[in-house]
């Protein structure tokens, strides 16, 4: 049985290579670029004002809308930077849900419905505490106070919100780069393509290792490659684990996904030997109210841990999570960004 293939879109294609679609959509775009440089400006000139925190903010980022892998970097920034002194904290917006007028603080094994999925994974992979709320200042002000311990902020997202004032921008993108170059709606771009050229890190998502040399050196902004490693898989009822690659040569095998680009997490599987009977591609942080595997005759359905921290409550015996670890070609990058956030501190 071959494996069907989710199809882009006709805007996804435009965004890609541009096209009459994306044409049409141009004067649209420039009530984007309009609206973004007078947001910058009102900041720049001081009219609007940014929050800024009493510890440095690291901010991850991207400028092409949708999921580039920006989870997997704030899980490895925040680990690295651990690893290297610091205490560090995360604030996100909690998207998708409803957090009222004061930010949500907590550790742990948090609720995706109360905390958002993408802030209840990083939670649960870091034991960072983790605060949320729209306004980020808001969310950063709220976790400092419950936790003066926190000497370092990293932000889930973020690279637009102005309000809170960063250190260094970290910016993640994938395979597509910047798509056709163009602004919203006509391209897949939040902010013009020269905003790469400000950031501090750029980091391109690969998917799997291309073998090329490590990256080094200086360069601003710093370019990174990173790919994800799957891990052992882990049985969602009950707990138990088991190698990815035992799953190859398996019939009825059947992968799902509700994340911003979910053949990327198909082709990981793949990659690693596994024939899959079908895909399920879901919308980017699909709430799994109810189950979409009732009527899936699979014996295994494998999913991804951000779809994982939502699926315990379908009690289903067939679904394994497949963590994934982020790897990078600059050996030195936490390194880095460590010595960047202690430089004004020396100052």
């Not at 999925?117 to 505490?129: F, G, K, N, S, V």
């Not at 073998?211 to 009950?238: C, F, K, S, Y």
Request: hydrophobic content about 45%.
């Amino acid at each position: 049985m071959s494996t069907p293939r989710s199809s882009p879109s006709l805007l996804a294609r435009q965004w890609q290579h541009g096209g009459w679609l994306s044409a049409l959509l141009l004067p649209l775009s420039a009530l984007t670029a309009w609206a973004v440089a007078r947001k910058r400006a009102a900041y720049q000139s001081g009219a609007k004002r940014s929050y800024r925190a009493p510890v440095p903010v690291v901010v991850v980022g991207n400028i092409y809308v949708g999921g580039t892998g920006k989870t997997p970097v704030v899980i490895a920034t925040v680990q690295g930077l651990r690893a290297r002194g610091f205490t560090p904290g995360v604030v996100s917006r909690g998207y998708g849900v409803k957090i009222g007028a004061q930010a949500r603080v907590g550790v742990g094994a948090l609720e995706a419905a109360r905390f958002g999925d993408e802030p209840a994974l990083i939670a649960r992979a870091t034991d960072a505490p983790v605060s949320v709320h729209p306004k980020r200042a808001l969310a950063a002000q709220a976790l400092l106070q419950a936790h003066p311990e926190v000497d370092v902020i990293v932000s889930d997202d973020g690279l637009q919100h102005l309000a809170l004032a960063r250190d260094v921008e970290i910016v993640v993108q994938d395979e597509r780069g910047v798509g056709n170059g163009r602004l919203l709606p006509a391209g897949p771009l939040r902010e013009p393509a020269s905003r790469l050229r400000e950031v501090d890190v750029v980091v391109t998502n690969i998917g799997t290792p291309d073998g090329r040399p490590a990256d080094t050196g200086n360069a601003r902004p710093r370019p990174v490659r990173m790919w994800l490693e799957p891990a052992d898989t882990r049985n969602i009822e009950n707990g138990a684990t088991r190698p990815l690659s035992a799953y190859a040569g398996q019939a009825r095998i059947v992968a799902a996904a509700g994340i911003g680009n979910p053949e990327r997490f198909f082709s990981t599987l793949r990659a690693a030997g596994i024939t899959l009977d079908a895909t399920l591609p879901l919308p980017d942080h699909h709430d799994y109210a109810e189950s979409p595997f009732q009527a899936m005759t699979a014996d295994t359905i494998l999913v991804t841990s951000k779809d994982a921290i939502k699926c315990a409550a379908l009690h289903d015996a067939r679904l394994w999570e497949v963590p994934v670890q982020a790897s990078f070609s600059d050996p030195r990058l936490f390194d880095w960004l460590a010595q960047a956030l202690r430089q004004p501190a020396q100052a």
